[in-house]
């Protein structure tokens, strides 16, 4: 059997006390140690996990934020291409409205022209009927006969007008 001496019951002791003094200065401020640690990596990979996700969020929402504003881009010149449209359209409404309304003008004033152009011709032949006939009744007819000629001849000259 074994025997116990004192020499071994000494190791044994000493080897007892050793555990305990590596138990009590070592082995618990390791283990707190890495308790401490495993729970700040946890704490990181959390903060890590949720941080991820805030980005995501964030890019998400700033995909949705610049595609709202490429409509709206979009929709702004859309809305500027049909005001130019309307616009250039309204132009040239208002410039064939003008055209017109010289043309029609022009017409009037010309109308206008050829009146007054047929009232001094009318004048004129007027004139000249009285003056010839003037002169040719003189020659042959009576004062009566001349007046009476010259009012036929200015009914005849109105009735052709």
Same mark, same amino acid.
């Given at each position: 059997m074994i025997e116990l001496?004192?020499?071994l019951l000494f190791q044994i002791i000493n080897f007892l006390v050793l555990m305990g003094f590596l138990y009590l200065f070592l082995f618990k401020p390791i283990s707190r140690f890495l308790a401490q640690r495993s729970e700040s990596l946890k704490r990181a990979g959390e903060d890590a996990e949720r941080s991820r996700t805030e +980005? $995501? !969020?964030?890019?998400? $929402?700033?995909?949705?934020? #610049?595609s709202q504003a490429g409509k709206e881009i979009e929709s702004m010149k859309d809305? +500027?291409?049909?005001? %130019?449209?309307?616009?250039?359209r309204l132009i040239i409404k208002e410039a064939k409205e003008e055209s017109r309304r010289l043309i029609e003008e022009a017409k009037e004033e010309i109308e206008g022209e050829v009146r007054y152009a047929r009232q001094q011709l009318w004048r004129e %032949? %007027?004139?000249?009927?009285?003056? #010839? !006939? $003037? =002169?040719?009744? =003189?020659r042959s007819l009576k004062e009566e006969d001349q007046r009476r000629l010259i009012s036929e001849s200015l009914d005849q000259l109105k009735e052709k007008e």
């Open positions: 001496n004192r020499t +980005a $995501e !969020a964030k890019l998400s $929402e700033y995909r949705e934020l #610049l809305a +500027a291409k049909r005001e %130019v449209l309307d616009h250039r %032949v %007027v004139d000249l009927s009285s003056t #010839l !006939a $003037e =002169k040719v009744i =003189k």
